[in-house]
């Protein structure tokens, strides 16, 4: 399974950005989700989406963030409001394959808020 993050980019805060994560390959992926690291800091859990469709969030973006997937098009996404200077990393999507009890991630995706 590779997966493959899109969407990031510079954003002024108060703004928003969709992150998406295709994952290729057709084994079930159950979770997906984001992860988000700045330099310096260890990597922070931003969402996690389960194959029922519950999801999770880290306490920092509770209320600004959501998390989707699209399992049709094997593809989740990350739509990102109220962005704050401190939304500010690198983000990572994950899959977890339980098949082969495997976890894929994908390359990271740069995302910057300015103030």
């Known amino acids: 399974v590779t997966l493959v993050e899109s969407g990031g980019g510079l954003v002024q805060a108060g703004g928003s950005l969709r992150l998406s994560c295709a994952a290729s390959?057709?084994?079930?992926?159950?979770?997906m989700g984001w992860y988000r690291q700045y330099p310096g800091n260890p990597r922070e859990l931003v969402a996690t989406?389960?194959?029922?469709?519950?999801?999770q969030f880290g306490d920092s973006v509770k209320g600004r963030f959501t998390v989707s997937r699209d399992n049709a098009k094997n593809t989740m996404y990350l739509q990102m409001n109220s962005l704050k200077p401190e939304d500010t990393g690198v983000y990572y999507c994950?899959?977890?394959?339980?098949?082969?009890?495997?976890?894929?991630w994908g390359q990271g995706t740069r995302v910057t808020v300015s103030s």
């Open positions: 994950y899959g977890y394959v339980p098949s082969i009890k495997y976890t894929s």
């Open positions: 390959g057709t084994a079930s992926i159950n979770p």
């Open positions: 989406i389960n194959s029922d469709g519950s999801t």
